[in-house]
């Protein structure tokens, strides 16, 4: 969520800084919405490696579960 405010911030400041031929405000406003980007980016790959750690931890409690199960048959 952090991401999309600063990119909103970002698309705003640059707004304004071509408006006012800022071009100090208009560089800030593009590193922002960058940040954004960047952070939203980073999410993304952050929940995509949470999504694979939880399977693989099924997956392993799924082996312990059937290897429990062998030896309490034996």
Known sequence: MAGKTDEVK???KEAVGSL???K???SEGKADRRAGEAKE???DA????????D???DK??????????A????
């Not at 952050?46 to 750690?53: A, F, P, Q, R, T």
């Not at 392993?60 to 199960?69: F, G, N, S, Y």
């Open 24 to 26: 100090d405000l208009k």
């Open 55 to 57: 399977k693989a931890d």
């Open 41 to 43: 980016k980073l999410d």
């Open 46 to 53: 952050k929940d995509k490696i949470e999504e694979v750690i």
């Open 71 to 74: 030896l309490h048959r034996n």
């Open 10 to 12: 970002g698309r705003a």
């Open 60 to 69: 392993v409690e799924a082996v312990i579960d059937r290897a429990k199960e």
């Open 20 to 22: 006012t031929g800022d």
